[in-house]
């Protein structure tokens, strides 16, 4: 019988132990992103050797990447990112019950020797990993000394911690042991979300959702995020069916995204009943006085009227009125002509990051151009002269880049 050779990973040539600098963060983050993908590929046509594969990589992360720099948060956004994944195929593999023990200790021994927390969904997870509820009950089990010992040290005002907690939490959970992992938690020695959070799932596996909801409103500690909290609350109404008190209570504020339209995007995609004019509408009125940072995303959405009025409600950048004028030139000449003027407006009141007079010239030349193409190019001449003579230093400025134009 042929004995089979083992697989080899390309990845584990790149992860050798210190294998990166102080600088090598960038680097290290592209390699992480290719063994992820490497393993993801195996684990759809082997799960098992997936598995191996994303063990492999976990017990190297720390002794590879130990001396990197991970100051700009960069790095370890990309470890977080691996480890869901990662723990995900350990979970998923259809493993059996002595080769889940090999592999638990294996994790459970780079779990520890993880000196910056690069694991610590591991942790989180923990009672996922295990497998089986029996399985996760016995981890339970012998965690939970070490768990009591650590909190009642913590209390006597001793320095005391555990690396091990949320995973004897977790293991509760997925043993289904709910009310035992209920009043183990109402004995820590402060209250925390970390702790709490796996409370929260608990009542919820209980079909007490109710109770969950309250019992999450009040798990703030010190240095918790209500954000958080809240993103939580919200994926208990919604599972139910409280969708309009969702809404109202953390709809516009937990979707947030990096910019207005992603904000707006995220809300619509979870809120899909919900009118997109309402979504915007609500989420204008909850940023009073900076109605104008809504005008690019009323704009891609198509709903130019709404846009061009809050371009004139409040500041808007005047390159962003200056694209918009551009854009739809030749198809909307009515709109071009509000939001150019409205460039000017805001250019002469002094708003913009680093305004040059092409910039002036610019929303001048678009407001003439749909002013000619409408008939109205005197009316707008009179406006820009209006406009340009207010007693400001921007003002001044832009009268000055506009003198020969208005001659």
Known sequence: MTRQKPHKWTFT??????????SGSRLACRRIKEAVSEIRKVARKDPLLGAEGAIKLMEKLWPTLQHVDSSSGALGTAVYNAMCIL???????PAGEKNRSKWLDRLWEAFNDDGVGYLDVLGERWGDVCGPPEVASKWADELLPIVQRTWEETKQGAFSYFRGTDACLSCFLAAGRHRELLDLIAMAPHLSWEYRSFGVEALVA??????????ARASRGLNDSQTVIDRVCEEILLSSGLYEEAYRQYGLTVNRGGTNLATFRNIAGKYPKKEKIRILEDLIESTPGEEGKWFATAKSLGMLPLALKLAHLSPCDPRTLNRAARDYLEKEPKFTLGVAIASLQWLTEGWGYEITGLDVYTAYDYAMKAAEKIGVEEQVRKNVHEIVNQNTSAGMFVKDVLRRHLQ
């Not at 209980?206 to 019992?215: D, F, N, S, V």
């Open 13 to 22: 040539a790149r992860f050798r132990r210190n294998a990166y600098g102080w």
């Open 87 to 93: 723990v995900d195929l350990v979970v998923e593999a």
């Open 206 to 215: 209980m079909g007490k959702k109710g109770e969950a909801l309250r019992y």
